[in-house]
C-alpha cells in the first residue's frame, strides 16, 4: 500500500502527546495530543503625506465602529470541557450521537480530525476514540464482521492477538491486540471520516475495541510500551464503561 502524506498524523498526534507527558521541549517519541494555542500580531501603517507635493490633506479620522452589544452579538459555543469527571459528546466536527466520561489520568486532550484524544498520565501510553470510514481502504460498510480476521488477512506486517467479544454501552464489540512486526514498514491502518489516516508504531502494540453502530463504525484504541500495559487497563475499561449512544 502506498504511504501518503495522511500517514504522519498519528506521528504528530503521538508528538503532542508525548509532549504533555514529558512536559515541554521534549523531542519525539510518544502519543496522545496536547493543544496549542496561538497569537496574532497586527501592525499598521499610516502614510501621511507629509512634505510631499500634491499629498492630500488631513482628514478628519472616522469615527470609530462601534462594537456590538452583547446582546446583539453571536454567542460563542465552547468546546466541552475534556477534563477528568466531565462528560464529552461526540466527535470534534462530527455530530454523532455518544458520550463519555473522561477518565481519572486522561490528559491533554486532543480533538484533531474529528478524534478525541488523550494521554495517560504516569505511563507511555495514549487512548483514543475514531468514527472510521475506512479501515485497510475498505469503507466500513463492506467490513465483514469478524475485524480481527480481516486483519489477519489482509495484512501480514501485522500480528493480531486476543481476540474477543464484549460490550460497550450494551452494543456488541470485538476486542484485540495489533503490534506492528519487527522489521516492517507501517502503512495506514485506517482513515477517520474527518480524513485524517492513522498507522501503528513498531515499538507500541495497540489494543482496539470495535463498535458497530447504525451511524458508522466506532474505533477505540489504546497503545502503549509493553512494559506499561498492565497501567493502562484500568483508565481505558473505566473510560468503556462510561460510553452511552445517545
Known amino acids: 500500500m502506498a504511504q501518503t502524506s495522511t500517514v504522519t498524523e498519528l506521528n504528530k498526534f503521538h508528538d503532542r502527546v508525548d509532549q504533555g507527558n514529558r512536559g515541554p521541549g521534549r523531542g519525539r517519541a510518544g502519543v496522545a495530543a496536547a493543544a496549542l494555542g496561538a497569537a496574532a500580531v497586527v501592525a499598521s501603517a499610516i502614510w501621511l503625506g507629509f512634505g510631499q507635493e500634491g499629498a492630500p490633506a488631513p482628514v478628519d479620522p472616522a469615527a470609530p465602529v462601534a462594537s456590538p452589544s452583547p446582546s446583539s452579538a453571536e454567542p460563542e459555543v465552547p468546546e466541552a470541557p475534556q ?28 480533538t484533531e480530525n474529528g478524534t478525541r484524544g488523550y494521554a495517560i498520565k504516569g505511563t507511555s ?3 483514543a476514540v475514531f468514527l472510521v470510514s475506512t479501515f485497510t481502504r475498505v ?4 467490513l465483514p464482521a469478524d475485524l480481527a480476521a480481516h486483519i489477519r488477512q489482509t495484512r501480514d506486517e501485522l500480528t493480531v492477538s486476543n481476540v474477543a467479544m464484549t460490550e ?18 507501517a502503512f495506514d491502518l485506517f482513515c477517520v471520516k474527518a ?21 458508522g463504525l466506532v474505533l477505540f484504541w489504546v497503545e502503549y510500551a509493553p512494559k506499561d500495559r498492565a497501567r493502562v487497563q484500568e483508565p481505558m475499561q473505566t473510560w468503556l464503561a462510561s460510553v452511552r449512544w445517545e
Open 168 to 185: 460497550v454501552g450494551g452494543r456488541p464489540a470485538q476486542t484485540f491486540t495489533l503490534a506492528q512486526k519487527p522489521g516492517t514498514a
Open 125 to 127: 501510553g495514549a487512548a
Open 83 to 110: 477534563t477528568p469527571g466531565s462528560t464529552v459528546e461526540g466527535f470534534e466536527g462530527v455530530t454523532f450521537p455518544m458520550t463519555f466520561v473522561v477518565p481519572k489520568g486522561f490528559s491533554d486532550p486532543s
Open 139 to 142: 469503507p466500513t460498510p463492506d
Open 195 to 215: 480524513g485524517g489516516c492513522y498507522k501503528l508504531l513498531e515499538e507500541k502494540p495497540m489494543d482496539v475495541t470495535v463498535v458497530r453502530t447504525g451511524q
